[in-house]
């Protein structure tokens, strides 16, 4: 499994996961060559402090919607 692979794992649950299956003729996403594999918390947009959900591992270019990612030891 080469190192493009493995990083394409993380990608559901990313807005733009679309072009990993070909989406406007694309063969993948963008960002997945750049990304890097980071920790970070993703934070609902109405969520109120704190924000004491676990930090996951994902790629740094990684968007949800209505989701803000921070680093992991951010707890407002």
Request: glycine content about 6%.
């Amino acid at each position: 499994m080469t190192k493009d692979e493995k990083k394409k794992d993380l990608c559901p649950g990313c807005y733009c996961n679309d072009y990993n299956y070909g989406l406007g003729g694309a063969e993948e996403c963008f960002s997945l060559k750049t990304a890097k594999v980071v920790k970070r918390k993703f934070v609902h947009v109405d969520q109120k402090p704190p924000w004491n959900q676990p930090a996951e591992k994902t790629l740094s270019c990684h968007q949800k919607q209505r989701y803000i990612s921070v680093r992991p030891g951010v707890t407002c």
